[in-house]
T-cell receptor, first 115, second 113 residues
Framework: SQKIEQNSEALNIQEGKTATLTCNYT??????LQWYRQDPGRGPVFLLL?????KEKRKERLKVTFDTTLKQSLFHITASQPADSATYLC??????????????FGSGTQLTVLP | SAVISQKPSRDICQRGTSLTIQCQVD?????MFWYRQQPGQSLTLIAT?????????ESGFVIDKFPISRPNLTFSTLTVSNMSPEDSSIYLC??????????FGPGTRLLVL
């Protein structure tokens, strides 16, 4: 069956360190993968999209990698700050054609950056 | 990017009643979706709202329980019918344009007593 798994339900790190979140998927061949941030009581907010032919993408302190052989994406936040504390969701289009269908989401990792 | 608003933002309802949630997008989107998110869980897709026709429901969700309308490109409603405490959840409206990015509303937090 198709599955999207994120490494752990909760991750605590010290301010200034790099947070690394993992997203693994099985039985999908996505054309792209996305990462979202969700704060308590709010809807998810788009952060980054990486395509199957891209190995890495960066945006400010964020970096995403995508390994289609391992079927894994890593999401890094460098120089983490307490304001980065939130739940991070990975999501992918379940159709390999990358057509405009809805995303399927992982269960999320709750990140807490300790001051 | 699209801005999506929902109302109500939250409600407390009695068992057996129905609640209609409204979703407005500020720009044209090609697709609109409704998700449910139970406490501590990820998002589960309820249905795709189709303009001018019946919504496309995911497994486990039926039209009688979750009727959906989308009379035009930028507006949709989701009704939670004959509610029970198990329907307590956050309901999220989402829109997708020509890009692959999905945008989400702030959610409607529903508590059924």
């Amino acid at each position: 069956s198709q599955k999207i798994e994120q490494n752990s339900e909760a991750l605590n790190i010290q301010e200034g360190k790099t947070a690394t979140l993992t997203c693994n998927y099985t039985n999908y061949s996505p054309a792209y993968l996305q990462w979202y941030r969700q704060d308590p009581g709010r809807g998810p907010v788009f952060l980054l999209l990486i395509r199957e032919n891209e190995k890495e993408k960066r945006k400010e302190r964020l970096k995403v990698t995508f390994d289609t052989t391992l079927k894994q994406s890593l999401f890094h936040i460098t120089a983490s700050q307490p304001a980065d504390s939130a739940t991070y969701l990975c999501a992918l289009d379940p159709l390999s054609s990358g057509s405009a269908r809805q995303l399927t989401f992982g269960s999320g990792t709750q990140l807490t950056v300790l001051p | 990017s699209a801005v999506i608003s929902q109302k109500p933002s939250r409600d407390i309802c009695q068992r057996g009643t129905s609640l209609t949630i409204q979703c407005q997008v500020d720009s044209q989107v090609t697709m609109m979706f409704w998700y449910r998110q139970q406490p501590g869980q990820s998002l589960t897709l309820i249905a795709t709202a189709n303009q001018g026709s019946e919504a496309t429901y995911e497994s486990g969700f039926v039209i009688d329980k979750f009727p959906i309308s989308r009379p035009n490109l930028t507006f949709s409603t989701l009704t939670v019918s004959n509610m029970s405490p198990e329907d307590s959840s956050i309901y999220l409206c989402s829109g997708k344009g020509v890009s692959e990015t999905q945008y989400f509303g702030p959610g409607t937090r529903l508590l059924v007593l």
